[in-house]
């Protein structure tokens, strides 16, 4: 049974007050917050056997190098990917895509290859392969979108060229909501053998992600935004590449042998997860895993599509509001702005009135250059939100309207 | 904009008198907004990349104006609480000559309340206008020795 109370009292702080106002926390797009059952095994992690990983011979090393294993394991499970030897701990979606794009771009990228991404793409997604574009003097080309945000899914076809070596999509926008089709995106690349990573960080948190099924080459995600604690993330990618691409950064665990004259370097994952990594954080985050498991996934999209349609409701209902991304195929992420009052206006008000949401550009400039604004509000609802919290929001929009036009 | 003979203190105290009589945040930006409105507006075609401050997630123009003694301030934003904080900063500092604005300690900001847009992680720019005012201060301040 979805019991939202219950559900409530497990994140410590949704019971706080901001301004001397119940918080009413829509900014989950940006990071989520976190059950007491991750906080407590990471506590748990550092008060009973915190120890490093993988050199020790003494027993809390033991220990901690199981746990370590066993969220690798639980990692696999919850993205049904083949084998534990393909799932790389980062320190989040942006490390995941950077390790991706150098080693990647290092072993098969040439001068006059292209890269194809989507006009969805945060930032995190962009940057990384102009950057390796420009050190291997490769191309990047963009997949454009119609006016409701959806992909145009028929230029795929008509953008890949004998050149195309990768494509990176984003599985949801960021910024809008608007959900990718990965899996016909992965068709359309795997008939030319083109590979594909999926940028998961906004869907890993509201849907089943099955990277077999997908077929997906690399999908990568954070943590934090799926109920884990920060600074922990996740390469997934299929064993042929990772075994064929050199390693991302040098240093130790990441070794078989070491001498001055040459490094021979250890096998999956390690490979790639060069110095001490953040265990804690992939302990925490396999806890989060375990809490998301135990409510069910099935029950969380339920929910938070029930939270998207009646805050589109609601929110229409005061009049005067543009949306953007207005595909039927988003997740609880609604972007918006109220006549022609600023974002940042309407974000300092609500923030006031004890609600967090989003305002700007969301680090994906393309998306609003694409629209022609500067920026959205954004309201990113989960499951841990409710209706009476949004109409706190339409509260506070009216509020807005009333003080600014 | 003339400080009707006022020390730049005076008019921090009486920014800070005003604001005193407000405990809800809500009557706090009506005031900041009703500031706004009295602000002396740029033209159209004043608003120029040269005067466009960076770092701010709302745009904020400044145009100074040096008359070889003080410097006159205009301003404009797209956003409308963020016009009523720099219609303050300019309030306090245009009509001053550089040593003084570059002299002034903005207590004011701390005592209404908006200290905490004052994070350089903030993205309404006070703390970008603050250091571009004083700025052109130190240029204009320069070029008087000079």
């Known amino acids: ?405 | 904009m003339s400080n009707n003979g006022k020390t730049i203190n005076q008019v921090q105290d009486q920014i800070i008198d005003e604001f005193s009589l407000f405990d809800d945040w809500m009557d706090k930006y009506d005031h900041l907004i009703e500031e706004g409105k009295d602000l002396q507006l740029l033209d159209e075609n004043e608003k120029k990349q040269d005067f466009l401050i960076e770092g701010c997630q709302s745009r904020v123009w400044l145009k100074p104006d040096f008359d070889g003694e003080k410097i006159y301030f205009k301003a404009d934003s797209d956003a409308i609480i963020t016009k009523g904080i720099v219609a303050l900063l300019i309030k306090v500092l245009s009509g001053r000559t550089p040593s003084e604005i570059l002299e002034t300690d903005l207590y004011f900001i701390e005592e209404v309340g908006l200290s905490q847009n004052l994070s350089p992680t903030r993205s309404n720019g006070l703390l970008a206008m603050v250091k571009q005012m004083k700025l052109y201060a130190m240029a204009y301040k320069a070029k008087q020795k000079g």
Not at chain 1, 55 to 66: C, E, K, P, Q, Y
Not at chain 1, 208 to 236: E, N
């Open chain 1, 1 to 405: 049974m979805f019991d939202i109370n219950k559900i409530r009292s497990d994140f410590p702080v949704l019971a706080r007050e901001v301004y001397g106002k119940p918080l009413v926390y829509f900014d989950n797009g940006a990071t989520t917050q976190k059950p007491a059952r991750v906080i407590d095994a990471v506590r748990e992690a550092y008060d009973s056997y915190y120890s490093n990983i993988h050199r020790g011979v003494h027993a809390l090393s033991d220990i901690s190098s199981g746990k370590y294993e066993n969220a690798r394991e639980k990692v696999r499970a919850f993205i049904n990917a083949e084998s534990k030897k393909e799932i790389i701990f980062t320190a989040g979606t942006t490390a995941s895509i950077n390790l991706v794009a150098f080693s990647f771009g290092e072993r098969y990228i040439k001068k006059g290859d292209e890269v194809l991404l989507t006009a969805l793409e945060h930032h995190a997604n962009i940057v990384p392969w102009q950057m390796m574009c420009e050190r291997k003097g490769a191309v990047l080309k963009v997949i454009p979108i119609n006016d409701d945000g959806s992909l145009k899914l028929e230029k795929v076809n008509e953008l890949i060229t004998g050149k195309t070596k990768i494509i990176a999509v984003t599985h949801v926008s960021n910024a809008i909501g608007v959900i990718n089709p990965v899996k016909e995106i992965i068709e359309a690349a795997h008939k030319h053998n083109i590979p594909v990573l999926v940028d998961g960080a906004q869907g890993i948190q509201h849907g089943h992600v099955d990277v077999m099924g997908l077929d997906a080459d690399f999908y990568v995600f954070s943590g934090h935004k799926v109920y884990g604690p920060t600074g922990i993330g996740v390469l997934y990618g299929k064993r042929k590449w990772l075994e064929d691409m050199p390693p991302y950064q040098g240093g130790g665990d990441m070794v078989d042998r070491v001498s001055f004259e040459k490094t021979t370097y250890n096998e999956l994952p390690f490979k790639f997860e060069a110095g001490t990594t953040n265990f804690v954080g992939a302990i925490g985050l396999a806890e989060a895993l375990n809490y998301i498991g135990s409510i069910g996934m099935d029950n969380i999209s339920k929910h938070e599509n029930e939270l998207k349609h009646y805050a589109k409701e609601r929110l229409e209902q005061l009049g005067g509001l543009t949306f953007y991304g207005t595909s039927a195929n988003t997740i609880s992420i609604l972007s918006f702005l109220v006549d022609n009052i600023h974002q940042y206006d309407a974000g300092m008000i609500l923030d006031k009135m004890g609600v967090a949401i989003r305002t700007g550009s969301h680090c994906a400039q393309p998306v609003m250059s694409r629209f022609g604004i500067d920026g959205t509000i954004r309201a990113s609802m989960c499951f841990y939100n409710t209706k009476e919290e949004i109409d706190i929001l339409c509260e506070g929009i009216e509020k807005v309207k009333m003080m600014m036009l």
